[in-house]
T-cell receptor
Framework: DGGITQSPKYLFRKEGQNVTLSCEQN?????MYWYRQDPGQGLRLIYY???????QKGDIAEGYSVSREKKESFPLTVTSAQKNPTAFYLC???????????FGQGTRLTVV | GQQVMQIPQYQHVQEGEDFTTYCNSS?????IQWYKQRPGGHPVFLIQ?????EVKKQKRLTFQFGEAKKNSSLHITATQTTDVGTYFC??????????FGAGTTVTVRA
C-alpha cells in the first residue's frame, strides 16, 4: 500500500527536550516537505528537500532541523530552541513530473 | 512568508447555496494548486491550473486562473454537507518550494 507514513500520531514531550518526528514515503518521490499547522494560519513551510542529501529552509525554519539521508525518509527534529512547538505537523512528498503533493496523516505534538 | 492571500478566512454557507473563495497574489504566478482538508484530516490535492484564464470543473467545483495569473478562484455550486472543510490554494516555484495560503474554512448549515 503506497503512501506517506508519519509517526506517531500523537506525541507529548516536556519543555526543553528535543523530539524527532518521522516521515517515510514509498512513492519514490524526490521532493519532500514539512509543514506546521496552527488554527487560522494555514500551512507554514518549515523545510523542504528536492533530492537526497539536500534541503532548504522554508518560511519558519528557526528551531527545527531535518536530514535527508535516504530518498524515502525526511525526519524533522523539533529542538528546544523552538519557542512554541505545540502544533500539528504535516509531511508531504511530490514527484516533480507530477507536481501533486501527497500528505501524511500528521503528528500532533504537545509540549508541556 | 506566504505568497498568496486567501479570502474569506471563514465561509458559512446554507446548504444548497453557492459560494466562491479567492486566492490573490501581488506577483505573477506560474501555477496555482488547490487542496481540501476535511476536519481532522490532511490536505488532499484537488487540481492545478497553469494557463492564463484557465477554467476547470470537477462536478460542482469550478476553478479559475485569472488572465494576469495573479489570482484564482474556487466556486462551489449547490453546497452540500460533504463540502465542509478548509480549502487551500498553493504555489509551486521552480525550486520545488510549495507554499500555501491561510485557507478558507467552510461550514454548512443544513
Amino acid at each position: 500500500d503506497g503512501g506517506i507514513t508519519q509517526s506517531p500520531k500523537y506525541l507529548f514531550r516536556k519543555e526543553g527536550q528535543n523530539v524527532t518526528l518521522s516521515c517515510e514515503q514509498n512513492l519514490n518521490h524526490d521532493a519532500m516537505y514539512w509543514y506546521r499547522q496552527d488554527p487560522g494560519q494555514g500551512l507554514r513551510l518549515i523545510y523542504y528537500s528536492q533530492i537526497v542529501n539536500d534541503f532548504q529552509k522554508g518560511d519558519i525554519a528557526e528551531g527545527y532541523s531535518v536530514s535527508r539521508e535516504k530518498k524515502e525518509s525526511f525526519p524533522l527534529t523539533v529542538t528546544s530552541a523552538q519557542k512554541n512547538p505545540t502544533a500539528f505537523y504535516l509531511c508531504a512528498s511530490s514527484d516533480p513530473r507530477n507536481t501533486e503533493a501527497f500528505f501524511g496523516q500528521g503528528t500532533r505534538l504537545t509540549v508541556v | 512568508g506566504q505568497q498568496v492571500m486567501q479570502i474569506p478566512q471563514y465561509q458559512h454557507v446554507q446548504e444548497g447555496e453557492d459560494f466562491t473563495t479567492y486566492c490573490n497574489s501581488s506577483t505573477t504566478l506560474s501555477n496555482i494548486q488547490w487542496y481540501k482538508q476535511r476536519p481532522g484530516g490532511h490536505p488532499v490535492f484537488l487540481i492545478q491550473l497553469v494557463k492564463s484564464g484557465e477554467v476547470k470543473k470537477q462536478k460542482r467545483l469550478t476553478f479559475q486562473f485569472g488572465e494576469a495569473k495573479k489570482n484564482s478562484s474556487l466556486h462551489i455550486t449547490a453546497t452540500q454537507t460533504t463540502d465542509v472543510g478548509t480549502y487551500f490554494c498553493a504555489v509551486l516555484t521552480n525550486d520545488y518550494k510549495l507554499s500555501f495560503g491561510a485557507g478558507t474554512t467552510v461550514t454548512v448549515r443544513a
